[in-house]
Every structure is written in C-alpha cells, then in structure tokens.
C-alpha cells in the first residue's frame, strides 16, 4: 500500500512539472510573437500575444489549484515540499513574463496607433529580446532536468541583458535629444525595452528556485560568488 501511494505521488509530481513546463512552453512562445510583433510593428501578432495572455492565466491558476491539492492531500516533506513550492513560485514568474510580452504587444500597438513606428530605433531591442528568451528557454530545460550547472549559468548570463538595456537606454537619451519630437515615442519603446529585461528577470528567478530545489539553500539576494560556493 504504502508504494502504491509513493508511486502514485511521484505521477502527481511528475505531472505538476509537466504542467509547469506546459505554460512556460506557451509562453516562451507568446515572448516569440511578441518579438516578432515589435520587429514588424505587426499589429495582427500584437492581438494574438494578448489573447494568449488569457489562456497563460487560466493555465496557472489550473496549476495553482493542483499545487494546493497535493499539498493539502501527501503533506509531502523535505525536497518534495521544495519541489512543489518552487513549482509555485516558478509558476507565477512565468505568468508574469507572459504579462510583460502582452505589455510589449500593447506597446507595439499604441507605437503604430501613432503612427512614430518608421522612426524608432526598435531593431536595437533584438539582441536583448533574444538574449531574455533563450534564457527564458534555458531556465525550462534546467527546470526540467533540475540541472544546478545549468541553473548557475543562467544566474551569470542575466548580466548581459541588463548591460543590454542600459546601452539602449544610452541610446534611446542620445536619440531623444538630437530629435526631441521622438521624446514621446522613445518612452514607449523604453517600457518595451525594461518588459524584456523583466523577462530576464523572471528566467533568472526560476533559476535560483531550482537550485532551491536540488540543495535546499534560498540564494536570492545573495551574491553570485556566495551562490557558486553554495552549490559546490
């Protein structure tokens, strides 16, 4: 009996982060069209992320209420609990980097309705929005396979969008002052620009939840250096 109830458990894990992995699939891809919309200020793309918007928040609260459950029925202990705690936390990044592409596709939107998309700088974004989605894609993998190496070079990588962001908002200051007309349409294209590196930020979160997993430390706010000794 007591296997029977441990094997059924493990499929209910097991399930959960399939789950998990079933929302960060779509909104690895929502992050993609959103990407795409801004490259071509399509307006038709922009609609389709906002309506995935929907179907990404119905998704986590599926998983929310699946987490509860199992909580609530195998009271599970040590890296069990671990793993469902983080699945809740990993779960609710994602649904927010889901919220920061329909920001993205909302923006691109009010940038067309303005008619300024012909004079923005908006190719400058594409190595940032590439750098946050592979990582976005790299903290599912590792999530996956709760890979620590994997986790901690995600953890390194974030760096580069943030030194991303801050060149283009360089950029973005210089732009606005050699032609002040574009003042109004450079923010909006600044929102979209700290919307990517949010998403950065939620990849990289998942990445100290999974480390949280395997080794049982909480590395958040904690220095890089202090996080590679940890997990040695």
Known sequence: MDKHIS????????????????????VESQIRHAVYALSQFSVEVADQVITTERQVNALEVEIDRELSSVIARRQ??????RLLMAASKITGNL???????????????LIVEQGSNRTLPASELRI????????LRKALDAFARLDVTAALSILKEDDLIDAEFDGFLRKLVTYMMEDPRTISASLDLLFVAKAIERIGDHAKNIAEFIIYVVKGADVRHTALSDIESAVQ
């Open 128 to 135: 940032a929005s590439d750098l946050a989605s592979g990582l």
């Open 95 to 109: 649904e927010r980097a889901g919220d920061e592409s329909e920001r993205i596709a909302r923006m691109v939107k």
């Open 7 to 26: 094997s059924q458990f493990d499929a209910e894990l097991a399930g959960i982060s399939s789950r998990v992995l079933e929302l960060g699939g779509m």
């Open 76 to 81: 599970p202990t040590a890296r069990d609990l």
